[in-house]
């Protein structure tokens, strides 16, 4: 079903890119509610508490300058602040880093989406801001290319699947969805210890060093998230 942009409502965590962009009135022009634009970190995830966005946009500056906007520290603790507070609120990274290690951080400490600010226009974030409503996840292109040159396991196809217990699909499913270990478990109605045990036979099973990469697995075996998450 289609997202209707009427009803999305975002926030904005301004950076040097966003700003010179107008990202925020190109987004009301796609017809996307924006509730609110700053540049201080406390006051967006106070607006999250207060006057929660369905996502929030973080243009985050890879070099670090503090007169520039949010650095890369500032933002993977923004994301490590939201994710320990349990916001429901979906995190997009803008960014022009491409480092991965960088790029793994983010999904680790929250992220839903990532992309390169290069070439980025203001549609092209307007569908991914639809896309992570809808319960999507949005891995770099190059991240997903380099994971597909480079997959630990050579036979990653659709069989893999078949070594999996049904419970293993199920929590498989949410780490595709963004899921953490306790919101799994609350879903499934299990022992978080239950769902960290299944990961990690997940990680055995699939070759996957981290969440991200576990993550990047169930999407190139089809796996998607649930219609509850």
Same mark, same amino acid.
């Given at each position: 079903?289609?997202?209707?942009?009427? $009803?999305?409502?975002?926030?904005?965590?301004?950076?040097? +890119?966003?700003? +010179?962009?107008?990202?925020? &009135?190109?987004?009301?022009?796609?017809? #996307?509610?924006? =509730? +609110?634009?700053?540049?201080?970190?406390?006051?967006?995830?106070?607006?999250?508490?207060?006057?929660?966005?369905?996502?929030?946009?973080? %243009?985050?500056?890879?070099?670090? &300058?503090?007169?520039?906007?949010?650095?890369?520290?500032?933002? =993977?603790?923004? *994301?490590?602040?939201?994710?320990?507070?349990?916001?429901?609120?979906?995190? @997009?990274?803008?960014?022009?880093?491409?480092?991965? %290690?960088?790029?793994?951080?983010?999904?680790?400490?929250?992220?839903?989406?990532?992309?390169?600010?290069?070439? *980025?226009?203001?549609?092209?974030?307007?569908? /991914?801001?639809? /896309?992570?409503?809808?319960?999507?996840? @949005?891995?770099?292109?190059?991240? #997903?290319?380099? %994971?597909? $040159?480079?997959?630990?396991?050579?036979?990653?196809? /659709?069989?893999? #699947?078949?070594?999996?217990?049904?419970?293993?699909? $199920?929590? =498989?499913?949410?780490?595709?969805?963004?899921? &953490?270990?306790?919101?799994?478990?609350?879903?499934?109605?299990?022992?978080?210890?239950?769902?960290?045990?299944?990961?990690?036979?997940?990680?055995?099973? #699939? !070759?996957?060093?981290?969440?991200?990469? @576990?993550?990047?697995? /169930?999407?190139? @075996? !089809?796996?998607?998230?649930?219609? &509850?998450?």
């Amino acid at each position: 079903m289609a997202t209707n942009q009427a $009803e999305v409502r975002v926030g904005l965590l301004e950076g040097p +890119w966003a700003a +010179w962009q107008s990202l925020a &009135d190109g987004l009301r022009g796609e017809g #996307l509610q924006v =509730l +609110w634009v700053t540049r201080d970190v406390r006051t967006l995830l106070d607006g999250i508490g207060t006057d929660p966005p369905q996502v929030a946009i973080l %243009d985050v500056e890879p070099e670090g &300058d503090a007169d520039m906007g949010c650095s890369a520290n500032e933002g =993977l603790n923004l *994301l490590r602040e939201a994710r320990k507070r349990r916001l429901e609120v979906r995190m @997009l990274v803008l960014s022009s880093a491409h480092a991965q %290690d960088f790029i793994s951080q983010c999904f680790e400490e929250g992220a839903s989406g990532y992309l390169f600010r290069q070439n *980025l226009t203001t549609n092209a974030v307007c569908t /991914a801001v639809n /896309a992570l409503v809808r319960g999507e996840k @949005l891995f770099p292109v190059q991240l #997903l290319r380099n %994971d597909f $040159e480079h997959p630990p396991v050579p036979s990653a196809t /659709a069989s893999v #699947l078949l070594t999996l217990t049904q419970r293993e699909r $199920e929590v =498989l499913a949410y780490v595709a969805g963004g899921a &953490d270990n306790l919101k799994i478990a609350a879903h499934l109605q299990i022992a978080e210890r239950t769902v960290k045990s299944h990961v990690t036979q997940l990680y055995r099973k #699939l !070759g996957a060093e981290n969440r991200t990469q @576990l993550a990047l697995r /169930a999407c190139h @075996l !089809g796996v998607r998230p649930p219609p &509850d998450l």
